[in-house]
């Protein structure tokens, strides 16, 4: 089956830390990859992404992730925590081929990023 | 620059109620997609719809209706509500099908079944 792991539920971290937030997942073929952010009462909002190329790839809000393939796994990273990114993260992936013509994601169970100041 | 819009965004009903949520998206996609949220469980996909008039079942399609009848609108229908069924819904649509191509969300709406 296919699946994404979010190995931690809660990533704490000091202001002005760098912090990681885990990925990996579990699909055939080259999948598209994806992170989320959501906030309190809110919709998820689009970070960033990887589709082929560059293996760090960088998004919004000063956020970058690493692709990894052969440990399957693609985690969020940025170099100076901010007390504003606490928040709801989610990974998520769409699966090339026959399911990417839904364009439907599977997504992880999520990590709650507190930064503290 | 409404984007994807939810209505209602709280609904409390009572265990064999009806309901119908709607999602109106404003960017001309072609691909909808109803998910749910619960604790520890990320966000499950429900029904979606590659087009105006066609609709496809999901990941947890039981005790769900959907309808896509124009393009920029997205319902979804429970016919006879369980307490299983609380949850947040969360609307999104894509511009295309191509691998890369993001979605986009509403704000969510929280429904309690009692």
């Known amino acids: 089956a296919q699946s994404v792991a979010q190995p931690e539920d809660q990533v704490n971290v000091a202001e002005g830390n760098p912090l990681t937030v885990k990925c990996t997942y579990s699909?055939?073929?080259?999948?598209?990859l994806f992170w989320y952010v959501q906030y309190p009462n809110r919709g998820l909002q689009f970070l960033l992404k990887?589709?082929?190329?560059?293996?760090l790839v960088k998004g919004s809000y000063g956020f970058e992730a690493e692709f990894n393939k052969s440990q399957t796994s693609f985690h969020l990273k940025k170099p100076s925590a901010l007390v504003s990114d606490s928040a709801l993260y989610f990974c998520?992936?769409?699966?090339?081929?026959?399911?990417?013509?839904?364009?439907?994601?599977?997504f992880g169970q999520g990590t709650t990023l507190q930064v503290k100041p | 620059n409404a984007g994807v819009t939810q209505t209602p965004k709280f609904r409390v009903l009572k265990t064999g109620q009806s309901m119908t949520l709607l999602c109106a998206q404003d960017?001309?996609?072609?691909?909808m997609y109803w998910y749910r949220q619960d604790p520890g469980m990320g966000l499950r996909l429900i029904h979606y719809?590659?087009?105006?008039?066609?609709?496809a079942k999901g990941e947890v399609p039981d005790g769900y209706n959907v309808s896509r009848l124009k393009k920029q609108n997205f319902l979804l229908g429970l016919e006879s509500a369980a307490p299983s069924q609380t949850s947040v819904y969360f609307c999104?649509?894509?511009?295309?099908?191509?691998?890369?191509?993001?979605?986009?969300f509403g704000n969510g709406t929280r429904l309690t079944v009692t």
């Open positions: 699909v055939s073929g080259n999948p598209y």
């Open positions: 719809s590659v087009g105006e008039g066609t609709t």
């Open positions: 998520a992936v769409r699966p090339a081929g026959g399911s990417s013509n839904t364009g439907k994601l599977i």
């Open positions: 990887y589709i082929t190329g560059d293996n």
């Open positions: 960017m001309n996609h072609e691909y």
């Open positions: 999104a649509s894509s511009y295309s099908r191509q691998g890369d191509s993001p979605l986009h």
